[in-house]
C-alpha cells in the first residue's frame, strides 16, 4: 500500500513537511490522497441502496449556520436522462455512465419555513445564493468522498450549467432551487489517474496571501506533464498549436471562450436578488 507521503508528493511535488505517526497510516486519509476522477464506467446499476446510502452519507456532511440549503436530486426516468445526455453529449463519457446525480442549491425552504412561521425574510440578497451553493458544494464533495471509500468512482458534471434553464425545467425545479452540478456515479471500469495539484506553496498561506509567480507555476505545469500529460490542446483552430502546452495553457484557453455568460441571468429568473 502506497504510503500516504507517497502519495502527497506525487501530488503536490513540494510537500516537504513530516507526516505525524498518528496519521502517517490511516487509511482514509491514503484514499482521499490517492483518489482520482473516473470518466468510464461499467454498464450495470449500483445495488439498491446504493445511492440512498451515499447521499444520507454526503447529507451528514456541515451545513453553513444549519439552514441545509442542499438537495440531491436522482435522475432515474429514462426520457429526462436521454434529454440529459443530449444536452452533454460534448462530454462523451457521460452517455455510458450508469448513474447521474444532480446536486441542488435551495434557498426555497429557508423562504417557506420564513412564511409559515410568520417572519419576514430579511436576507433577500447575494448571500442568499451563495449559502445555498456552497452547502451543495460541501455535500458534492462529501457523496464523491463516500462513493470512493465504497470502492465506486465519480466525476462531477459542472457543464450542466450552461444549460441551466432548460434542466431546471426537466427537473421541475421551483424559484430558488438551481443546480450547482452534476456527479457521475457509478462502478468503475478501469484505473483512475492521479491528477497532479499546484504546489502546496501556491495554495497554502500562513497569515497573508502570498502570491502566485509564473515561473512556479510553469514548473507545475512541466511536472504534471511528466505525470500525465494532456492528450490533445484545446481550440487549435482558434489558439493554434502550443510549443509546450500545459495546465496554464490549457486552463487560459478554456476560459477565453465566454462560457455561461446567460448564467447570472438565470439565477435572477430563479428570483434570486445577487445585489
Same mark, same amino acid.
Given at each position: 500500500?502506497?504510503?500516504?507521503?507517497?502519495?502527497?508528493?506525487?501530488?503536490?511535488?513540494?510537500?516537504?513537511?513530516?507526516?505525524?505517526d498518528a496519521l502517517a497510516d490511516n487509511d482514509a486519509l491514503r484514499t482521499i490522497?490517492?483518489?482520482?476522477?473516473?470518466?468510464?464506467?461499467?454498464?450495470?446499476?449500483?445495488?439498491?441502496?446504493?445511492?440512498?446510502?451515499?447521499?444520507?452519507?454526503?447529507?451528514?456532511?456541515?451545513?453553513?449556520?444549519?439552514?441545509?440549503?442542499?438537495?440531491?436530486?436522482?435522475?432515474?426516468?429514462?426520457?429526462?436522462?436521454?434529454?440529459?445526455?443530449?444536452?452533454?453529449?460534448?462530454?462523451?463519457?457521460?452517455?455510458?455512465?450508469?448513474?447521474?446525480?444532480?446536486?441542488?442549491?435551495?434557498?426555497?425552504?429557508?423562504?417557506?419555513?420564513?412564511?409559515?412561521?410568520?417572519?419576514?425574510?430579511?436576507?433577500?440578497?447575494?448571500?442568499?445564493?451563495?449559502?445555498?451553493?456552497?452547502?451543495?458544494?460541501?455535500?458534492?464533495?462529501?457523496?464523491?468522498?463516500?462513493?470512493?471509500?465504497?470502492?465506486?468512482?465519480?466525476?462531477?458534471?459542472?457543464? @450542466?450549467?450552461?444549460? $441551466?434553464?432548460? *434542466? +431546471?425545467?426537466? /427537473?421541475? #425545479?421551483?424559484?430558488? !432551487?438551481?443546480?450547482?452540478?452534476?456527479?457521475?456515479?457509478? @462502478?468503475?471500469?478501469? $484505473?483512475?489517474? *492521479? +491528477?497532479?495539484? /499546484?504546489? #502546496?506553496?501556491?495554495? !497554502?498561506?500562513?497569515?497573508?496571501?502570498?502570491?502566485?509567480?509564473?515561473?512556479a507555476v510553469s514548473g507545475y505545469d512541466k511536472r504534471r506533464n511528466t505525470i500525465?500529460?494532456?492528450?490533445?490542446?484545446?481550440?487549435?483552430?482558434?489558439?493554434?498549436?502550443?510549443?509546450?502546452?500545459?495546465?496554464?495553457?490549457?486552463?487560459?484557453?478554456?476560459?477565453?471562450?465566454?462560457?455561461?455568460?446567460?448564467?447570472?441571468?438565470?439565477?435572477?429568473?430563479?428570483?434570486?436578488?445577487?445585489?
Amino acid at each position: 500500500m502506497t504510503a500516504l507521503k507517497d502519495l502527497l508528493d506525487l501530488r503536490f511535488g513540494d510537500a516537504a513537511f513530516a507526516i505525524p505517526d498518528a496519521l502517517a497510516d490511516n487509511d482514509a486519509l491514503r484514499t482521499i490522497a490517492g483518489r482520482g476522477v473516473v470518466r468510464r464506467f461499467k454498464p450495470e446499476p449500483l445495488a439498491p441502496g446504493v445511492l440512498e446510502t451515499l447521499t444520507a452519507v454526503a447529507l451528514s456532511s456541515p451545513s453553513k449556520s444549519d439552514l441545509q440549503q442542499r438537495d440531491i436530486l436522482i435522475v432515474e426516468d429514462a426520457g429526462i436522462r436521454s434529454r440529459i445526455n443530449d444536452l452533454l453529449k460534448d462530454q462523451d463519457w457521460i452517455a455510458g455512465c450508469p448513474h447521474i446525480l444532480v446536486f441542488l442549491g435551495n434557498n426555497r425552504r429557508q423562504r417557506q419555513v420564513h412564511h409559515w412561521r410568520g417572519h419576514a425574510f430579511a436576507n433577500d440578497h447575494l448571500d442568499a445564493f451563495f449559502n445555498a451553493s456552497v452547502d451543495a458544494a460541501i455535500a458534492l464533495s462529501a457523496f464523491v468522498v463516500a462513493a470512493e471509500a465504497a470502492g465506486l468512482g465519480c466525476c462531477p458534471i459542472s457543464v @450542466i450549467r450552461n444549460h $441551466a434553464e432548460e *434542466v +431546471s425545467g426537466l /427537473l421541475g #425545479l421551483p424559484d430558488h !432551487v438551481f443546480p450547482v452540478a452534476g456527479l457521475g456515479v457509478g @462502478i468503475p471500469a478501469g $484505473a483512475h489517474f *492521479v +491528477s497532479a495539484r /499546484l504546489p #502546496l506553496g501556491l495554495t !497554502v498561506h500562513r497569515d497573508r496571501y502570498t502570491e502566485a509567480t509564473e515561473d512556479a507555476v510553469s514548473g507545475y505545469d512541466k511536472r504534471r506533464n511528466t505525470i500525465f500529460p494532456y492528450r490533445a490542446q484545446r481550440n487549435i483552430a482558434r489558439f493554434g498549436m502550443a510549443e509546450t502546452y500545459g495546465w496554464s495553457e490549457e486552463k487560459a484557453r478554456h476560459y477565453a471562450v465566454p462560457e455561461r455568460a446567460d448564467f447570472g441571468a438565470y439565477v435572477r429568473r430563479r428570483g434570486f436578488n445577487l445585489e
